[in-house]
């Protein structure tokens, strides 16, 4: 669990790499986990967690007492950490507990996290000096010390707790560096306060790659370019190209898509391939996403053969996102093309995929295409859906192709996919426009045999028609009409 997670869920361990994009929004209204969200938590630390919430704070030591129960060292971890919401009371019971054993390093990191997240930083130092009295102080303790004052707005002191690191004889590292422009960056609007300390530091630590994935997430989170250019081409300089540097780049190149300068991020990409430091997956999951979602059928395709070309291998989700924009934009040589190839990624097209194509297929009127296609969709088992299949049978008629409409009535029915009422209905009027009346009663038959409704619109529609064409037509009719009342009842 990363030190920039501390604020909702306790844990001074921390990872020697924060980045900001892990971190929560701090002002958010904060609600502290209790041991109502821990069905773990072990039954005596469950009844000191109760004590400490119901007990006031100066009658905490002889209720403590008063248990019989003696503290141990994972008791009083497992205490501290769900007793956020109760910062003295946890106090008297760190003393109370300290009697019985010497507490461990992560004990006092997370009393210094509990105070500082509540605010109480003139306790908060106490225990940093007791701390160093012990010998205990590390990097993690002044990790939570810069997340605890910049969530409270006070970056002045979370700069100055930095400055003063040596005099408590921990190490100003450029890992210290980034877990207090990580705490900075966390919160809204602060960029220039980051930036400020960043420059006055970077003289004195080298920042490394991590360093700048900070910054250029933060200028994400803002959507600001051109500081994202500058912060990028200054890590360029400083620590050259490097692979490993992955999310600084998915950072900078989200905020050149987001920023709609999809055109420069193209050429830096291409660029960065012969540099071999390509963007992850999880940037072209997102950009993909992005441009979907701005319909631009311009940037998508070239982006996507980038991604695939550097190497990265799309999965099935992108491909039907992909598909989806190039199919509401009536697309289809483009839409084929990825159905072909994905195969080849180990992407298999789902019924998402073949529905899409096929309703691009239906509205475009490409009649031969759209038969073919059924063909395909039933042999791969991924059908049309019931919308789809209406849609189609419309189509068909219109474009007086009865023979495929009747092809996917016959499906659905055999299938028994349902609901066939509508489609069944358009059927027999498509049928019914073409004159082909003996098919209609046919069928009328089938679908009354099947317990499908005919509307009572249908109904007057197929009668006109019927006793238009004379006698035995209307004969016809009046015993279609006659079974069709009995369904009724």
């Given at each position: 669990m990363g030190a920039d997670s501390i604020p909702e869920k306790p844990n001074p361990d921390f990872p020697t790499k924060p980045h900001s994009n892990s971190i929560p929004n701090n002002l958010q209204p904060r609600r502290f986990p209790t041991h109502l969200d ?44 769900f007793s956020y919401n109760h910062p003295f009371s946890a106090i008297k019971f760190f003393r109370w507990a300290s009697r019985s054993f010497k507490p461990s390093a992560y004990a006092w990191n997370l009393m210094v996290d509990l105070l500082g997240k509540n ?359 009046d015993s279609l009409s006659s079974k069709w009342k009995v369904a009724q009842m």
């Amino acid at each position: 669990m990363g030190a920039d997670s501390i604020p909702e869920k306790p844990n001074p361990d921390f990872p020697t790499k924060p980045h900001s994009n892990s971190i929560p929004n701090n002002l958010q209204p904060r609600r502290f986990p209790t041991h109502l969200d821990a069905p773990d938590i072990s039954p005596t630390a469950r009844t000191f967690c109760q004590l400490l919430t119901r007990t006031s704070p100066l009658h905490i030591e002889s209720a403590l007492s008063s248990t019989g129960i003696v503290p141990t060292s994972d008791l009083l971890q497992q205490v501290l950490a769900f007793s956020y919401n109760h910062p003295f009371s946890a106090i008297k019971f760190f003393r109370w507990a300290s009697r019985s054993f010497k507490p461990s390093a992560y004990a006092w990191n997370l009393m210094v996290d509990l105070l500082g997240k509540n605010q109480s930083f003139e306790s908060m130092w106490e225990f940093v000096r007791s701390m160093k009295e012990e010998g205990l102080l590390s990097l993690p303790t002044f990790v939570s010390v810069f997340s605890s004052y910049c969530a409270a707005d006070r970056f002045s002191d979370a700069i100055k707790s930095f400055h003063d690191m040596d005099q408590y004889g921990v190490q100003q590292d450029v890992v210290a560096v980034n877990s207090l422009l990580s705490a900075i960056c966390r919160q809204d609007n602060q960029m220039s306060v980051a930036v400020e300390f960043f420059d006055r530091i970077k003289s004195k630590i080298p920042p490394d790659g991590d360093t700048y994935a900070i910054l250029l997430e933060g200028w994400e989170k803002q959507g600001n370019v051109a500081k994202a250019k500058a912060t990028f081409g200054e890590m360029v300089i400083s620590v050259g190209w490097n692979p490993a540097n992955l999310s600084a780049y998915d950072a900078f190149f989200t905020t050149l898509v987001r920023g709609a300068h999809t055109d420069e991020a193209l050429k830096f990409l291409q660029v960065m391939k012969g540099h071999n430091c390509f963007p992850g997956l999880s940037f072209f999951s997102n950009a993909l996403d992005f441009l979907v979602k701005q319909n631009d059928l311009t940037h998508i395709v070239p982006f996507w053969d980038i991604m695939v070309g550097g190497g990265l291998v799309p999965n099935l989700i992108m491909y039907n996102a992909v598909i989806g924009l190039l199919c509401n934009n009536n697309d289809l040589d483009n839409a084929f093309r990825f159905l072909d190839e994905m195969v080849f990624y180990g992407a298999f097209p789902d019924s998402s995929t073949y529905n899409m194509i096929f309703q691009c297929l239906v509205r475009n009127k490409r009649v031969r295409d759209v038969g073919n296609f059924f063909v395909e969709m039933i042999k791969n088992e991924w059908p049309p859906t019931c919308s789809n299949s209406l849609l189609a049978v419309k189509m068909l008629l219109e474009e007086e192709d009865p023979e495929m409409a009747i092809d996917i009535w016959h499906y659905m029915a055999e299938n028994c996919v349902s609901p066939i009422d509508e489609t069944s209905n358009e059927l027999l009027i498509g049928l019914c426009n073409l004159g082909r009346l003996l098919e209609v009663k046919r069928f009328a038959e089938r679908m009354l045999d099947r317990r499908i409704k005919l509307f009572e619109s249908t109904m007057e529609k197929l009668k006109k028609a019927f006793y238009k064409e004379g006698r035995s037509f209307r004969d016809k009719y009046d015993s279609l009409s006659s079974k069709w009342k009995v369904a009724q009842m």
